[in-house]
């Protein structure tokens, strides 16, 4: 990721920092890591130099923070990030059928790889708190469940069909959690 991209986060820093008492700056580092991806689409390695240089960490106690947060991303992600859920309820609800599935169609891994056209990324995730009505899947911020291979499938096509503005994160939003509809049993 050397070389990506990084809008300097040195004006917005000054009004982040002035919300914490002196000594306690250092916890801004989540709103600028927020910020950086916010601007970058992902944290670049400049963000995570600039960013300890603001606070006063170092890069890798700043990579352990983001590291830590699923919701931070340190390598590009495609337009769409698609999370299946791996953990135990999903998993004995066909969640690996669903992970294949997808696999197939686009072509790609599920260990966080992107579609060479940018606009997938396939991961699993852990526990997304909706086991009692798996298999779940996450599509950018918004639920899925009692997804099946079909209807995953179909939740593809629905996103291929709807133009979307450049940028990470871009998605159709769709009230959460939705029940994915499985087209053969329509
Ligand atoms: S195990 Fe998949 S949502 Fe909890």
């Not at 992902?42 to 170092?58: D, F, H, N, Q």
């Not at 890798?60 to 337009?79: D, I, M, Q």
């Not at 859920?85 to 059928?97: D, F, L, P, Y």
Request: hydrophobic share 40%; with cysteine; aromatic share 4%.
């Amino acid at each position: 990721m050397a070389g990506a991209l990084h809008r300097s986060l040195a004006g917005p820093a000054v009004e982040i920092l002035a919300r914490y008492p002196e000594g306690r700056q250092r916890s801004a580092v989540m709103p600028l890591l927020r910020l950086a991806q916010e601007q970058d689409g992902y944290i670049t390695e400049a963000a995570v130099e600039e960013i300890g240089g603001i606070v006063g960490l170092s890069s890798a106690e700043v990579v352990a923070v983001a590291s830590f947060y699923t919701l931070f991303h340190l390598k590009p992600k495609g337009r769409h990030v698609i999370s299946v859920c791996q953990n135990i309820a999903c998993t004995m609800a066909g969640a690996e059928e669903i992970i294949e599935a997808l696999e197939q169609e686009l072509g790609i891994g599920s260990e966080g790889e992107t579609t060479p056209d940018g606009a997938f990324t396939l991961e699993r995730a852990e526990c997304l708190a909706t086991c009692e009505i798996a298999p779940c899947i996450q599509i950018d911020h918004d639920a899925m469940v009692k997804v099946t291979p079909a209807s995953a499938l179909a939740l593809l096509e629905e996103l291929r069909s709807v133009p979307s503005p450049d940028g990470p994160g871009a998605a159709p939003r769709w009230a959460a959690p939705r029940q994915a509809s499985d087209p053969r049993s329509a």
